[in-house]
């Protein structure tokens, strides 16, 4: 019934171990809590000083919010299936 856990995925940004599908692409937690905590106010992401070409690892990936942001665009990520704060309380309560 339930799908096995499988240990071979990764996640599509960082490359970290990944379980379940976040934001519209397979990602570990730490992407995935780094795209909802900037996906609401994209414009304040510090830009890049490596001429937005860094490499996104699980090393490197809190290096340059810039291209880590970019990053989760590119593999599938979307903004608006975060979820506003305003709904996430209501439904707790």
Not at 12 to 39: E, H, M, P, W
Not at 76 to 93: C, Q, V
Request: net charge positive; proline share 2%; charged share 25%.
């Amino acid at each position: 019934m339930y799908e096995q856990l499988n240990e071979n995925k990764r996640c599509q940004v960082c490359g970290d171990t990944a379980y379940i599908s976040n934001y519209g692409a397979l990602s570990c937690a730490s992407c995935k809590s780094f795209f909802r905590r900037r996906g609401f106010h994209p414009e304040n992401i510090p830009k890049c000083a490596f001429y937005e070409n860094c490499h996104i690892t699980v090393q490197s990936r809190k290096s340059c919010s810039a291209c880590r942001f970019t990053k989760c665009l590119a593999v599938g990520m979307h903004t608006y299936r975060i979820r506003k704060e305003e709904i996430i309380i209501r439904k707790r309560s």
